[in-house]
Every structure is written in C-alpha cells, then in structure tokens.
C-alpha cells in the first residue's frame, strides 16, 4: 500500500522525483513556490498542491525536499509555515537538495528536538536520471530512519546507499562534484587538441572510451560538445553553487583542491560568455571561442 508523503520544490529534479512517487501509488501532496508549478504538476499526477510547506506535510509520514540552496532549504523547513511545523513525531524528512554538510547538521538537531527524523540524500543523475527514475542517492542520517525511507526512494532511484551519519550524504555528493569537474575538464582539453591536430573527434573518442579514458560524460556529452550544444543538463550555475560548497568545505577539513578550484575559476568565464545555463560541459566552449574549424 501506498504512504502518504510530501515533495517540496517542483523544479527540473523535484517535478519528475515526485511524479515517480504518484506513479508507484503513494499519496503525494506537494509544494512549490510558484504555485502554478504545484497545478500544473497535480492536473499532470494528481494528489494535491498546498499553498505553504506546514500544510503540504500535515499528516505525512515521509516528506521528501528539493530546492537550489542552503537559505531555500531552512526557508521549507524552518519557521511557522515550514515543514518541521507541521511534520508528526516521528515523520522523517528526506533533502534531496545538494547543499551544505553544515545546514544538514542544523536541520538534523532541529529536527531531533521535535522528534523527528532527517536524511541528507542528495542525488547524481541530473535532469534525464529524474525523468527516467535512475537516480543515484547518497545518504546521510540514522540506519533506522534510512531503512524506512528506502523503499519510497526506490521510485526514482536506480542505487542508493547510507554513507554515515547527517552530513555524510552532501559529504559525498561533493566528491562527485569535484570528480566531475576535473573530468569535463579534462575532456574539454582532449576534444579540443584532437581538433587542433586535425583528427576525426568522433573516431578518436570512439578509440580512447574503450580504454582506461572511458567515462561517463565522455560517452553521453562529447557529440554536443564537439556541436557547440549545450542546451540540455546540469547548468553552469549549479555548478558553480557546487563547487563553492565544495571549497568551503575543503577550507573547514583541511583539504587542497587546486583543480577544483581552477574549474571553478573556468566556470566563470563561460559564465561571461553567456553561459549561465549552459550545460557544464559547456567548458569546451571557452577553448574554442577564438578558434573556427570546418
């Protein structure tokens, strides 16, 4: 039988996160900002829209966030009309939001002293693993409190693992991040000398990706990149959130990430090209803007 539960913030994630949920029968209401998002979402799925996060998790057992950043997050979760306002002892909150170690901590011991349980489960996949419900979860939080919500996650998700406690979750998610950078990076710089030396893009790749090269932005982006596409996927401006997290972090435990940090200094200047919302392997664009090939 279906659970009743709550999503909070509809954007490219949570939209199809929650429509998954709906789909394997459980009772969703949800929550938007812009409520027209929260209609549209209801007339597409069904369940329910509420006007403010307390109302959206009345009588839930599990309420599931998504929102862009640390400050959005408190803004769902804390105060009057926020989540824990309305949450039931023992009802667990699950964040998909890739945020802070920190705010995920904060919320954790707010939630404590209500009686209530929190997950820090931010997920790898981006737009095209929500819609298609192959999401990777990495979760932080009490083993007990994961085991209850693992079932429901499973709607969207094609692996998911606890990785410690509060906070390890985000923990995670930013070494992926810092992988991914210095991977989009990497293949930006092989695409464009494989151009500047005047060999076939696609032949190479197609060589180097059964190798030890092989990954997985390589297989999925090198075309759009070699097109100058970069319409589709996790923009420039996410990342860039990401990474300022990630370095923040870095500078609170100790850890040196000069690569991460000149990406992120890459970044910016596709940003000043116009690419706020350009897909992150977008980096390909910056080598090349000076530069015409046939």
Not at 36 to 60: I, L, M, Y
Not at 99 to 121: C, H, M, N, T
Not at 194 to 203: E, F, M, N, Y
Not at 257 to 270: G, I, N, R, T
């Amino acid at each position: 039988m279906g659970e009743k539960v709550a999503f909070l913030g509809l954007g490219v994630m949570g939209y199809p996160m929650a429509g998954h949920l709906a789909k394997a029968g459980h009772d969703v209401t949800v929550y938007n900002r812009t409520s027209t998002k929260s209609d549209a979402w209801v007339a597409e799925h069904g369940g329910r829209a509420a006007r403010t996060p307390r109302q959206a998790v009345a009588g839930a057992g599990f309420v599931f966030a998504c929102v862009g950043n640390d400050d959005d997050l408190r803004a769902v979760v804390l105060g009057s009309e926020g989540a824990f306002a309305g949450m039931s002892p023992g009802a667990i909150l699950v964040d998909h939001t890739t945020a802070s170690a920190a705010v995920a901590r904060e919320l954790a011991a707010a939630a404590q002293k209500g009686g209530l349980g929190f997950i820090d489960a931010p997920v790898s996949g981006g737009q095209a693993g929500a819609q298609n419900g192959v999401l990777t979860v990495m979760a932080g939080g009490a083993e007990a409190d994961f085991s209850n919500v693992a079932p429901i996650i499973d709607a969207y998700a094609r692996a998911m693992r606890l990785m410690g406690p509060v906070g390890s979750g985000q923990l995670t998610k930013m070494v992926n991040q810092i992988c991914i950078a210095g991977l989009v990076q990497s293949l930006s710089e092989g695409i464009h000398f494989t151009q500047r030396a005047g060999l076939d893009v696609t032949a190479v790749i197609d060589v180097i990706s059964k190798g030890a090269a092989q990954s997985w932005q390589m297989e999925n982006r090198f075309k759009t990149m070699i097109a100058g596409e970069f319409d589709h996927g996790f923009a420039v401006d996410w990342m860039r959130k990401d990474l300022a997290i990630c370095l923040n972090e870095a500078r609170s435990n100790g850890a040196h990430l000069p690569v991460a940090a000149l990406v992120d200094q890459f970044y910016s200047e596709v940003q000043a090209m116009g690419g706020h919302r350009w897909d992150t392997s977008s980096l390909v664009a910056r080598l090349n803007k000076d530069t015409k090939f046939d």
